[in-house]
């Protein structure tokens, strides 16, 4: 009998097998597919490879205006698309290779649940002490007339040659940054999405100013349009949809549907007696279900959709079952979106800390004035901190610039430490930094 078997080797699988292993529990791991999971094989790394390759077409550009020879700046994509499998080629071995450390045993093929205590995998039973659901997620479609005629993210990362045009169907961080990368390679790209705003959960004035900067270099963003169905003609696809109560389309050679994914559950829920609500497995602070010894965490609970948030739900459930405290505080959690430029945010935005009916204070700094960001080429940007006007303390920020991703974690960190804007404006910053824009941020309050 194992200690924890954990169904689902994406990033909050392996890693919470990884750790509970450290901790000298035993470990059956079981994963279907490939070793990492959704996040390694279709998502997050292969997604951020060819961001780096938009990256690196960007800057020859760039450097083509300021009159600096380049050479050939005629697309090929193929040496694109085998630097994206190498990458994840290269990183799935390193899982593979952790998953066979000593106390965790790797079980290749679909697992179900028979009760509590049991999983049945290829027709074997395993026993466990704990079991903890990891499954993740799928890409999720609209119920319309063509739908199966759309990609889907995992399709279009498997696109070994470009198309002429696409229409992505969705403007959230998925759909946004393929439109970013794909556009950079040359492709005539349509976005449409449902929302007044592309990427609803972000503030709307980091948003705006991100459809801004990719209108300027090409991409078509249409929002507030209901697409109802698709077909296929003689000149591609055509994907019809409703603008302002009028029907329009737009043809192109390939569509790719990204309106969000969809928790993928595994057999037997029923029979455990395990409660699955409308955005997936329910789970407490603790990510156990409301049978004892049986966790959900990632995407498969829905609570929030990120590798890293998987990862940490995994280390509450193992500190759980170890019968630790600790201070992890799930509810703050940065998220990115990789395109040119970035976003990130972590924390409330502006509308929700109206809705909520928070006294907060905003303000805002710019990359403009920023002499790291002058010198980069990358003034297109702001930093908007929403500050608590009773305890000082950061509730938001919202980051559209250069290395977002990256600048958010002092935030982030700060939030976590309880710590007032004026602590931040009290750190002193290397100069020149981007993170100087952080700085003169916070001075504002």
């Known amino acids: 009998m ?52 938009a990256e690196v077409v960007n800057l020859m550009r760039e450097a083509e205006v300021w009159g600096v020879k380049t050479g050939e700046m005629a697309f090929d994509y193929a040496p694109v698309f085998e630097r994206k499998e190498a990458v994840v080629k290269q990183l799935r071995e390193g899982v593979e290779m952790l998953m066979g450390a000593p106390g965790i045993t790797a079980i290749k093929g679909e697992a179900s649940l028979k009760d509590a205590n049991t999983v049945v995998v290829n027709g074997e039973e395993y026993q466990a002490k704990n079991i903890i659901i990891a499954t993740g997620s799928a890409p999720r479609g609209l119920p319309i007339e063509g739908a ?78 209901a697409v109802n169905g698709i ?51 329910e789970v407490d602070d603790n990510m156990m279900t409301n049978i004892k010894g049986v966790y959900a965490i990632g995407d498969v609970n829905g609570r929030m959709m990120l590798a890293h948030a998987a990862s940490a739900q995994g280390q509450r459930a193992l500190n759980a079952i170890l019968g630790k405290a600790d201070e992890i505080k799930l509810d703050i959690v940065p ?31 710019f990359f403009r004035s920023n002499g790291k960001a002058v010198a980069m080429n990358e003034t297109d940007g702001l930093i908007k901190m929403i500050v608590d006007n009773a305890t000082r303390q950061i509730v938001g920020c919202h980051i559209c610039g250069a290395h977002a991703a990256d600048l958010i974690q002092e935030v982030v960190t700060a939030m976590n430490a309880g710590a007032t804007v004026d602590l931040l404006s009290h750190s002193i910053h290397g100069h020149p930094t981007l993170s100087e824009v952080m700085l003169t941020a916070a001075r504002q309050f």
Do not use: W
């Open 335 to 365: 998220s990115a979106v990789f395109t040119v430029p970035e976003l990130a945010m972590v924390g409330l935005t502006e509308e929700q800390c109206a809705e909520k009916g928070l006294d907060v204070t905003v303000k805002k700094s």
């Open 2 to 53: 194992f200690d924890i078997i954990i169904i689902g080797a994406g990033p909050g699988g392996y890693e919470t097998a990884a750790e509970a292993a450290a901790h000298g529990l035993t470990v059956g791991i079981v994963e279907r597919d490939q070793m990492g999971g959704t996040c390694l094989n279709r998502g997050c790394i292969p997604t951020k490879a060819l961001c780096r390759n």
């Open 148 to 225: 199966d005629l759309a990609m889907t993210s995992d399709d279009i990362l498997a696109m070994e040659t470009l198309p002429k045009s696409l229409c992505i169907v969705g403007g959230g961080v998925i759909g946004m940054e393929f439109a970013a990368v794909f556009s950079t390679f040359g492709v005539e790209v349509t976005v449409i999405e449902y929302c007044k705003e592309i990427l609803p959960p972000f503030d709307k004035d980091v948003a705006k100013r991100l459809k801004t900067v990719l209108s300027k270099r090409g991409i078509k963003i249409i929002t507030s349009a």
């Open 231 to 281: 077909t296929k003609g003689e000149d591609g696809l055509t994907v019809t949809y409703e603008l302002k109560g009028k029907p329009q389309s737009v043809t192109c050679e390939k569509v790719l549907m990204s309106v969000g994914r969809q928790p993928v559950l595994p057999e037997g829920l029923d029979a455990v007696g395990v409660t699955v609500g409308r955005r997936g497995i």
